[in-house]
């Protein structure tokens, strides 16, 4: 399965008052993780790939996380993202997020390939393209 990495410099205005990161701001880290594990995977930008193929984007519908170590202001930390699994219309993440090599933080997600749904209001899983879902396992 397709896996990226990036570097994410901690600042300020991500952590609480005791120092280190507030844990949403993880959340927000980890969104920009996917969606630049699918820009890599898939060699388009998320603004292309959502006007190409009609769609809002790949909300998350599940996550859970296990904390291990804080992170604080000033560190750079590594963040390592994997594909899981691809479903019709729906895939697993993996975030691991290390600091000097050290596991402080394992998140998972699955996300929907979402459009706006055609009656009424909301969104609506719809079909990942083919030619995607093989770029997001790795082939």
């Not at 901690?10 to 880290?29: K, M, T």
């Not at 000033?74 to 390592?80: L, P, T």
């Not at 594909?83 to 993440?93: D, E, M, N």
Request: hydrophobic share 40%.
């Amino acid at each position: 399965m397709f896996s990226n990495t990036r570097t994410w410099t901690i600042e300020w205005g991500d952590c609480d008052p005791a120092g280190i990161v507030f844990y949403p701001r993880f959340f927000a880290a980890f969104d920009t993780s996917t969606a630049r594990l699918i820009e890599a995977a898939t060699s388009r930008t998320s603004a292309d790939l959502m006007r190409e193929h009609g769609i809002i984007g790949w909300p998350m519908v599940e996550t859970g996380a296990r904390f291990i170590e804080p992170a604080s202001f000033g560190e750079q930390v590594h963040i390592e993202t994997q594909v899981t699994r691809v479903g019709r219309s729906s895939f697993g993440i993996a975030h691991r997020l290390l600091k000097d090599g050290r596991l402080c933080l394992e998140a998972t997600e699955v996300r929907v390939w979402a459009a706006h749904s055609p009656v009424g209001l909301g969104i609506m899983g719809v079909p990942i393209p083919e030619q995607i879902a093989q770029q997001l396992r790795g082939g």
